[in-house]
């Protein structure tokens, strides 16, 4: 069964935006596991735009408590600075169940492709090999579209994580068909190299079911901006249980 893990950064931003507590990350994440959701994710910027370090270390004992999956993501190449101790500490010292790698940048506004693992492997595979150290899982960010996906496996990580915004962008378009192929490609071409895949961007209510129907075997989703949004209409935990009766429905 594909398991849904929420991610948080959005709540933070709103928090950060007034400065103070509310709304209370905490308190959101712990709403979303009592709607069912079987983990958090979160994804820590150097710029601590969003998700702050000191939240990871609340929510990493929150998940213990509740006994699910807690996915940290981010870039493992960005270097350690005043409020930011770098990805691989803040694993160290948490020990999520899941590491999601990805390539984003301080310029970005979001992640928007996946790793060149031509450029890029060389200086994955030891950082893959520390994180693996630290019992986690690791994942990797990828484009369904990457000739060398299956290097990932090579390099020692547990997954690939789709980045599924081309997929959203088609399906608003009222075309999905050419990429969901390629996703279903991609998802069995990784399976294929003992891969687990999760999917993750711009999924939401009105397009998961549609993919998670073609595309096999998806084990994670994260999911967070349509989530968060959804819920400022609908409430939290009643938009939780809508995205986890669309995958029920989609298996």
């Excluded at 979001?110 to 994942?139: K, M, N, Q, W």
């Amino acid at each position: 069964m594909t398991r849904l893990s929420v991610n948080v950064n959005k709540i933070a931003v709103l928090r950060n935006s007034r400065g103070g507590q509310d709304p209370d990350v905490l308190q959101a994440a712990a709403t979303c596991l009592r709607a069912g959701a079987h983990g958090i994710t979160v994804h820590p910027r150097p710029d601590r735009r969003h998700i702050h370090a000191e939240d990871v270390l609340a929510l990493s004992t929150l998940t213990q408590q509740h006994g699910v999956e807690f996915n940290i993501e981010g870039n493992p190449f960005a270097p350690p600075r005043p409020g930011y101790p770098g990805l691989l500490p803040l694993c160290a010292q948490t020990r999520p169940a899941q590491a999601t790698l990805v390539p984003d940048t301080d310029g970005q506004l979001t992640s928007d492709h996946g790793f060149d693992f031509t450029r890029d492997g060389a200086r994955l595979r030891p950082l893959i090999a520390e994180l693996t150290s630290y019992g986690c899982r690791v994942s990797l960010f990828v484009d369904a579209g990457n000739p060398a996906l299956e290097e990932a496996a090579a390099l020692g990580a547990d997954r690939i994580e789709l980045y599924t915004g081309p997929y959203a962008e088609a399906h608003l378009r009222g075309q999905p068909q050419a990429a969901l192929a390629l996703f279903a490609g991609a998802a069995r071409r990784a399976q294929a190299a003992g891969l687990g895949v999760n999917a993750g961007h711009d999924l939401s209510h009105a397009n998961l079911g549609q993919f998670l129907a073609t595309v096999p075997a998806v084990l994670e989703v994260s999911i967070g901006h349509a989530l968060i949004s959804e819920a400022l209409y609908a409430g939290l935990e009643a938009t939780v249980a809508a995205y986890l009766a669309v995958i029920a429905q989609a298996r």
